[in-house]
């Protein structure tokens, strides 16, 4: 018995959360809708408003991963060539003042 309440509780949430996002579906309907309904009503509502399906930008457009994984690689290849250069020149700098 429990399980089916919290099932009806998950589900009613769900159709309450996605109405507050996109309004109130086509259907003027008090029982509780389908999952095909409720879908069929998103993807209405965010083809309308030129969102897409899940009502969020891609990701491509929030967080730029490429971009700074790219500098990221620049940055350490920049780091050990200059800890390389260092390194060599102080073993050149060494040699010479032996003599």
Do not use: C
């Not at 030129?50 to 009502?55: A, D, F, S, T």
Request: proline share 7%.
């Amino acid at each position: 018995m429990k399980e089916d309440d919290d099932s009806s509780s998950v589900w009613s949430k769900y159709v309450a959360a996605k109405q507050s996002a996109f309004g109130p579906p086509a259907k003027a309907n008090d029982g509780p809708n389908t999952i095909e309904e409720l879908e069929a009503a998103i993807a209405e509502a965010a083809a309308s408003s030129g969102i897409p399906e899940i009502g969020m930008p891609p990701r491509s457009e929030v967080h730029y991963p490429v971009r700074r994984r790219q500098l990221s690689k620049w940055f350490y290849l920049v780091l050990v060539i200059l800890f390389t250069g260092l390194v060599v020149g102080l073993l050149w700098w060494g040699q010479s003042q032996q003599y």
